[in-house]
């Protein structure tokens, strides 16, 4: 832990990134990469062929957002760019082959997950807030079985400060009484610190480019940061109350 | 009209499906159809390229869900499929440019749709409900300029019972309290009337095979029909009485 910035307080909501917090993701991704750079070796070298795949997503980004149908069609682009056209119609089926085997690819829970959710969710009510495309995110959620632990599911475009504000206020909730939980300071903690809420770094151990930050904007706040999940809940006991309540107002 | 079966009764949401009730959208796929047809023109007659493209989405809607980005994947199968492999690179490249185009349309809304939506909004709370890919949905609610009208946005990957339950439940509405107005009577009508809600279906002119409902369906239930949007507050306004409240309580 590298350092706490958190004083004691009451804790109503507990949330949760999913993609690399949860569940592993990435290496989903790295495979799919690895198997593009196979189709293209007789074409370029592998480090061209990341390079440029790199390229095309972050170009596309805003238009096509993350996610496998969009990460493939920049793989395809990529290598109609990459050959000049002379990529085969096998070759661009192998590219969505390798997007089905992703989007079917089972759901591996990182260490310790079920156990300190099943726990938590006994304290605290439990968010789960994740980037991406609505289907898969709420696909691999289904077949992670973990959906029942959360009383709110939120599928953003985006994580920005107005991203959270928006669902702080949606559910009634003060700020300060919401934790963000995710392997992305850029995403799950700089914009959940802004908004004046609180929030806990656990590193995934692959992290994409697009998600460094400035040593600037590190220094700037006190992060805290746990190695792993499963020391959350002694974390949250140490520093929170847990806030008690009946039924919220805006459950049935 | 067809046919009224609400009865007077206080209304407190009025909810609207998007694409084809607010702003055209299947003219925007049907042209690229066209576009896919003329590409594969050498290699096979329209009718036939077009009822495998019908296939391949069919077969693929489960897990590309719906939006440009899984049938932009959809229709490059379908080429692949239909040349057996003898499609281009560059061919491949037309279909992206194609789906670019269909992201970068720009909106077109149905006649009557912002004076209504204006109107109405002084009078009931707006929610949008609509199905289909997070990001796409987004990004065309804010280029239509209607976003301000609307209090809530649900951008859903089904529509089915459960889900308009789930989000009359979430923000505390009595289903007869809520209407759901669109286009679709398999989508927009019939879920919300068997959830105790009230509906008004608004036929668009082209309909997609997969939205037909069986005539049995239809009989079962009395529907309200309207032949255009710009209908719609004379109708509420015979039919019902607005709900009127202070800031709701999930509102800051």
Redesign the interface.
């Known amino acids: 832990m590298r350092k706490t910035a958190t004083p004691t307080g009451v804790l109503e909501i507990v949330a949760f990134d999913a993609d690399d917090t949860l569940w592993h993701h990435d290496p989903l991704f790295a495979a799919a990469q690895d198997r593009f750079k196979r189709l293209l070796a007789s074409y370029h070298d592998e480090a061209e062929i990341e390079r440029r795949l790199y390229e095309t997503e972050a170009r596309n980004l805003e ?3 993350y ?1 496998v ?2 990460f ?2 920049s793989m ?2 990529t ?2 760019e990459l ?8 070759e ?2 192998e590219i ?1 082959r390798s ?2 085997e992703m ?1 079917n690819a089972p759901i591996h829970l990182l260490d310790g997950v079920r156990e300190t959710i099943a726990s938590l969710s006994n304290v605290y009510r439990l968010m789960l807030i994740t980037k991406g ?3 898969e995110q ?1 696909a691999k959620l289904t077949r992670s079985g973990l959906s029942d632990y959360f009383s709110v599911i939120e ?3 985006h994580k920005e400060q107005k991203t959270y504000e928006a669902i702080t ?4 909730i003060a700020p300060a009484r919401f934790l963000m939980v995710g392997n992305s300071i850029k995403y799950d903690v700089l914009p959940v610190l802004a908004m004046g809420g609180r929030a806990v770094h656990i590193p995934y151990h692959t992290n994409w480019p697009h998600e460094a930050v400035s040593e600037e904007a590190l220094r700037q706040h006190a992060l805290t940061e746990l190695e792993q999940i499963s020391l959350l809940p002694a974390f949250l006991n140490t520093h929170f109350t847990p806030f008690v309540q009946g039924a919220p ?4």
Do not use: N
């Open positions: 238009q096509f957002g996610g149908k969009g493939t069609l395809i682009e290598a109609i050959t000049e056209g002379r990529i085969t119609g096998r661009v089926q969505i997007a089905r989007l495309d609505l289907l709420e599928i953003v475009s206020q949606r559910h009634a107002s805006f459950e049935p």
